[in-house]
C-alpha cells in the first residue's frame, strides 16, 4: 500500500515571499503520478500541478514548481512570489500507473498555509 | 470547463437516519470517486464507480454504500447514519484515460446528531 506524508500541518508565508510545502512517499510502484491539490477556505479542490515518475524534469505551472527526487521518494511544492489567494490547504496526491480500472488518489493529510500582508 | 456538482453543501440529520448525498458531473466520465475529509486526516476514499453499476470499496467503506445507474450520477448512502460519520463529503471525477486529473465537487458537510 501506498502511504503519503506531509510533515508540515500549517505554515506561513509573507506576500511576495516564496514558501515550500514538503511530501514524501512510500511507494515499491515504478510507474506513478504525483499531484498537488489546493482547497481554498470554502471553496473546491483544484489541481495545482502534476508529476510523471518516469519525467525526470520537475513540472512547472507559472508561480508552481516541484522538487522531486525518485530515489529519496520526496516531493515538495514551490511557490513563488506568494500571492493573498494562495491561503488555502494544501494536499500532496499519489496514484499509481492505470492498471485498466480507476486509479484512486492516495492523500496526505495536507498543509495549510496562510499567505499574510 | 468540467463540473461536478453535489446535491447539498450542508446537511444535517439524525442517527438512525439513511441519508442520500449525491454526485453529478457533466464531462461524460468513467470514474467516479467518494471521499471523506476530517481534520488531520486527509481525504479518505470511502468507494469508486468505474462504469455504470461497477463499484469498488475503497479504503473506509464500512457504515457506506454506493450506487451508479447513470454515467454522469454516483450516490452515497448512510444506511443507518451515526455521529462518526459527521464528515465531509467530497465527490470526484475523473476520465478513464489522460492525465488521470480528478475533478472535485463543492463537497456536502453532514452532522449526524
Known amino acids: 500500500a501506498q502511504t503519503v506524508t506531509q510533515s508540515q500541518p500549517e505554515m506561513s508565508v509573507q506576500e511576495a515571499e516564496t514558501v515550500t510545502l514538503s511530501c514524501t512517499y512510500d511507494?515499491?510502484?515504478?510507474?506513478?503520478?504525483l499531484f498537488w491539490y489546493k482547497q481554498p477556505p470554502s471553496r473546491q479542490m483544484i489541481l495545482v500541478i502534476r508529476q510523471e515518475a518516469y519525467k525526470q524534469q520537475n513540472a512547472t505551472e507559472n508561480r508552481f514548481s516541484v522538487n522531486f527526487q525518485k530515489a529519496a521518494k520526496s516531493f515538495s511544492l514551490k511557490i513563488s512570489d506568494s500571492q493573498l489567494g494562495d491561503t488555502a490547504m494544501y494536499f500532496c496526491a499519489f496514484m499509481k500507473g492505470s492498471t485498466g480500472t480507476a486509479s484512486k488518489l492516495t492523500f496526505g493529510t495536507g498543509t495549510r498555509l496562510q499567505v499574510t500582508l | 470547463d468540467v463540473k461536478v456538482t453535489q446535491s447539498s453543501r450542508y446537511l444535517v440529520k439524525r442517527t438512525g437516519e439513511k441519508v442520500f448525498l449525491e454526485c453529478v458531473q457533466d464531462m461524460d466520465h468513467e470514474n467516479m470517486f467518494w471521499y471523506r475529509q476530517d481534520p488531520g486526516l486527509g481525504l479518505r476514499l470511502i468507494y469508486f464507480?468505474?462504469?455504470?453499476?461497477?463499484?469498488e470499496k475503497g479504503d473506509i467503506p464500512e457504515g457506506y454504500s454506493v450506487s451508479r445507474e447513470k454515467k454522469e450520477r454516483f450516490s452515497l448512502i448512510l444506511e443507518s447514519a451515526s455521529t462518526n460519520q459527521t464528515s465531509m463529503y467530497l465527490c470526484a471525477s475523473s476520465s478513464g484515460s489522460g492525465t488521470y486529473e480528478q475533478y472535485f465537487g463543492p463537497g456536502t458537510r453532514l452532522t449526524v446528531t
Open positions: 464507480s468505474y462504469d455504470v453499476k461497477m463499484k
Open positions: 511507494t515499491s510502484e515504478n510507474n506513478y503520478y
